[in-house]
């Protein structure tokens, strides 16, 4: 059983930078792909990227890319997300999500049942 825990949500201005961790415990962290989803009252939960088992192979949504950075400490068990230019549409809760692999290079932008969750950490920008 991997348990996570997300931190680094806040209140940030438009434009600003923000990090996210996702730390697990319970689990082999080395076999597990990892994502971020986040959601926003009413509506549905929303893939914002993901990163294989090995670090590798990292996957944006288009509403991100090229302003979020995906990356995968094995020796910290931590999973961050760096959010750069920021902007008000960014505003939802985000959750890391893992799910363990055999393939090295493989990442998903789906939530499937049997993927561990975290509780979530808010992440509210303001314009």
């Known amino acids: 059983q991997v348990q996570l825990v997300e931190s680094g949500g806040g209140l940030v201005q438009a434009g600003d930078s923000l990090r996210l961790s996702c730390t697990a415990s319970?689990?082999?962290?080395?076999?597990?792909?990892m994502n971020w989803f986040r959601q926003v009252p009413g509506k549905e939960r929303e893939f914002v990227s993901g990163?294989?088992?090995?670090?590798?192979?990292?996957k944006y949504a288009d509403s991100v890319k090229g302003r979020f950075t995906i990356s995968k400490d094995t020796a910290k068990n931590t999973l961050y997300l760096q959010m750069n230019s920021v902007k008000p549409e960014d505003t939802a809760v985000y959750y890391c999500?893992?799910?363990?692999?055999?393939?090295?290079?493989?990442?998903?932008?789906?939530?499937?049942?049997?993927?561990?969750w975290g509780q979530g950490t808010q992440v509210t920008v303001s314009s």
């Open positions: 319970g689990g082999i962290f080395s076999v597990y792909a």
């Open positions: 990163i294989s088992r090995s670090g590798t192979n990292p």
């Open positions: 999500t893992a799910f363990a692999t055999a393939v090295s290079n493989y990442v998903r932008d789906r939530p499937s049942p049997n993927d561990y």
